[in-house]
T-cell receptor, first 118, second 117 residues
């Protein structure tokens, strides 16, 4: 079974600064997807960024980028120019690319609570 | 494009009762997944529905059951409620393209907060 670990329960950053959230995962599969979701106090889980394991290039979405290290099974999220609206719980998630027997389930980490200080 | 919606937003039940939670998938999506998120934890996969059939299940007892309707909306039913069932229940929809593959991203609804007393 796959596991996802987020070792930082809480992180804080000054507005306009850069912060990196860590995520490691354990899997025996070679093809899979990785995601970062953001969950603000409103509770809605919002997709931030996704990465296909077969792609070596790190995904980027505006101020959000990832550092995907497949051999190390590491998938960190970098937020540049942090804004007050970035404050939320951030979850790292894994999804197998197979999916035939287990469905396309997401396996989540425990989350990192990000605080942005003005 | 209509996003994922869930109802009700919150409800309170007593131990032993039964509850039904509802989810409407995003326009164009045909697959619905349900997750349970206990306070302070990451979501845990309950099950997924595709073409009105269960397509994968997590480590949840049979008193957690579901349905998917022809319009791809879904219900989560929980019988014999226990105190530990108190959680945020999240629904997510995605698009399974059949032989053409699976669109990998799941889009979430706002959740239903269930409190069992």
């Amino acid at each position: 079974a796959q596991t996802v670990t987020q070792s930082q329960p809480e992180m804080s950053v000054q507005e306009a600064e850069t912060v990196t959230l860590s995520c490691t995962y354990d899997t025996s599969e070679s093809d899979y997807y990785l995601f970062w979701y953001k969950q603000p106090p409103s509770r809605q889980m919002i997709l931030v960024i996704r990465q296909e394991a077969y792609k070596q290039q790190n995904a980027t979405e505006n101020r959000f980028s990832v550092n995907f290290q497949k051999a190390a099974k590491s998938f960190s999220l970098k937020i540049s120019d942090s804004q007050l609206g970035d404050a939320a719980m951030y979850f790292c998630a894994y999804r197998s690319a197979g999916g035939e027997t287990s469905g396309s389930r997401l396996t989540f980490g425990e989350g990192t609570q990000l605080t942005v200080n003005p | 494009e209509t996003g994922v919606t869930q109802s009700p937003t919150h409800l309170i039940k007593t131990r032993g009762q039964q509850v039904t939670l509802r989810c409407s998938s995003q326009s164009g999506h045909n697959t619905v997944s349900w997750y349970q998120q206990a306070l302070g934890q990451g979501p845990q996969f309950i099950f997924q529905y595709y073409r009105e059939e269960e397509n994968g299940r997590g480590n949840f007892p049979p008193r957690f059951s579901g349905l998917q309707f022809p319009n791809y909306s879904s219900e989560l039913n929980v019988n014999a409620l226990e105190l530990d069932d108190s959680a945020l229940y999240l629904c997510a929809s995605s698009l399974d393209l059949g032989l053409a593959g699976v669109e990998e991203t799941q889009y979430f609804g706002p959740g239903t907060r269930l409190l069992v007393l």
